[in-house]
């Protein structure tokens, strides 16, 4: 079939978009205010765009408080969500009034961050400390704003839990990251395969 995704389609009951770009990596976003409010959100338009230097991005559909605390204080970090906090990650995204802590609510532990003031999730297997970049106001290919804010942030720091290293690499598959899906679906990376580039 083809269709067009700003075109109502009998044949669907729902765009599947986020079904095809998928699975999305969740960024797990702690950020704070210029008032020392806590917020901590997930995001699974999220990613890493560069390694050298280390870059990531993530994109808010709406202007939410971790865009606007960003803003206001220049630092974020991203946590990495995994099977065993998936809970909590999913109690994090409830539309909570401005100043409420998103990781109490959880029942989350705080763990503080040596080279941004936003806390880390204690819990998560790895943690970015972020300086933001820059937020970039979306728009349609015709010049139409769109409310949706990307936030682009440079790491400065990265904490990995010590039973995830082995032989020097970080073993992925053993820390469950999970990932969104389409509608109200998740995956989970349970195992890995390994490809070698070729040569010219």
Excluded at 119 to 140: D, H, Y
Excluded at 148 to 156: A, N, Y
Aim: a neutral charge; aromatic letters at 8%.
């Amino acid at each position: 079939m083809f269709y067009e995704p700003d075109k109502r389609d009998p044949r669907l009951r729902h765009d599947p978009f986020k079904a095809i770009v998928a699975p999305r990596p969740i960024g797990w976003i702690t950020s704070i205010s210029a008032k020392n409010e806590v917020n901590l959100a997930p995001y699974s338009y999220f990613n890493g765009i560069n390694s050298r230097p280390a870059l990531v991005m993530f994109a808010s559909e709406g202007r939410k408080d971790s865009v606007s605390f960003i803003e206001q204080t220049g630092e974020f970090v991203c946590n990495l969500a995994t099977w065993d906090l998936r809970e909590a990650m999913n109690i994090t995204s409830a539309p909570l009034p401005r100043g409420v802590n998103e990781m109490g609510h959880a029942g989350l532990e705080a763990a503080p961050s040596r080279l941004v003031k936003p806390p880390r999730v204690a819990a998560s297997p790895c943690a970015l400390e972020c300086k933001l970049i820059k937020v970039v106001a979306m728009e349609t290919a015709d010049g139409k704003p769109v409310d949706c804010h990307v936030v682009f942030g440079q790491v400065v720091g990265v904490h990995i839990d010590d039973r995830f290293i082995v032989d020097g690499l970080l073993d992925t598959a053993a820390m469950k990251p999970i990932a969104r899906c389409g509608y109200d679906q998740y995956a989970v990376v349970e195992s890995v395969f390994s490809m070698q580039r070729p040569t010219a």
